[in-house]
């Protein structure tokens, strides 16, 4: 089955900088990737997601990248802001329709610093 | 946009009891719900999913005679967790493919 690798486990940057997540999967059927965002002791949130036609994706000062070949994909937010400081998984899901099931990566802890 | 309710918030029982756990889709209809399960701090762990009509699959690991899936309608899926345990005190948190996935608000289940 697939599997979903997620670096780093924890990331702090100051505020205003650039954070970056990175992921791998190992299942080459996959062709859906969403990230979310989850805040403690809420439900994770979708913030961003790309589908294997597609090389990049941008909404506002979140962007993510997809390398199919690779079998990685990133995501990218810049002039970080304290409120988006929370748990971040990237996922994987092997139906172009989004209707098969996701599994997720272990998630990054993000810490903006004001 | 898309809505999944999900019941209880939180609940704590005695160990050895059962609890139930609902999600109900309010605006569109779930052929599909996915379980998952999150200890402190570790990421969204996949535990079976339901279909409506049919059998729910379970992920390898997940023991079925001890969490009971059922997708009664199109817009109502059920977990229970029978003879509850300590170790089996998380949160439980479900998900419907609509927009992408949407997901209930989560239930926090402590077992004493």
């Known amino acids: 089955g697939e599997n979903v690798e997620q670096h780093p486990s924890t990331l702090s940057v100051q505020e205003g900088d650039s954070a970056v997540i990175k992921c791998t999967y190992s299942d080459s059927a996959s062709n859906y990737f969403p990230w979310y965002k989850q805040e403690l002791g809420k439900r994770p949130q979708l913030i961003i997601d790309?589908?294997?036609?597609?090389g990049e994706k941008k909404d506002q000062r979140i962007a993510v990248t997809l390398n199919k070949t690779a079998k990685h994909f990133s995501l990218h937010i810049t002039e970080t802001q304290p409120e988006d400081s929370a748990v971040y998984f990237c996922?994987?899901?092997?139906?172009?329709?989004?209707?098969?099931?996701?599994?997720f990566g272990p998630g990054t802890s993000l810490s903006v610093i004001p | 946009g898309a809505v999944v309710s999900q019941h209880p918030s939180w609940v704590i029982c005695k160990s050895g009891t059962s609890v139930k756990i609902e999600c109900r889709s309010l605006d569109f209809q779930a052929t599909t719900m996915f379980w998952y399960r999150q200890f402190p701090k570790q990421s969204l762990m996949l535990m079976a999913t339901?279909?409506?009509?049919?059998?729910?699959?379970?992920e390898q690991g997940v023991e079925k005679d001890k969490f009971l899936i059922n997708h009664a309608s199109l817009t109502l899926s059920t977990l229970t967790v029978t003879s509850a345990h300590p170790e089996d005190s998380s949160f439980y948190i479900c998900?419907?493919?609509?927009?992408?996935?949407?997901f209930g608000s989560g239930t926090r289940l402590t077992v004493v």
């Open positions: 998900s419907a493919p609509s927009y992408g996935y949407t």
């Open positions: 996922a994987a899901s092997e139906s172009g329709t989004s209707y098969d099931k996701v599994i």
């Open positions: 790309i589908r294997s036609n597609v």
């Open positions: 339901s279909n409506e009509g049919s059998k729910a699959t379970y």
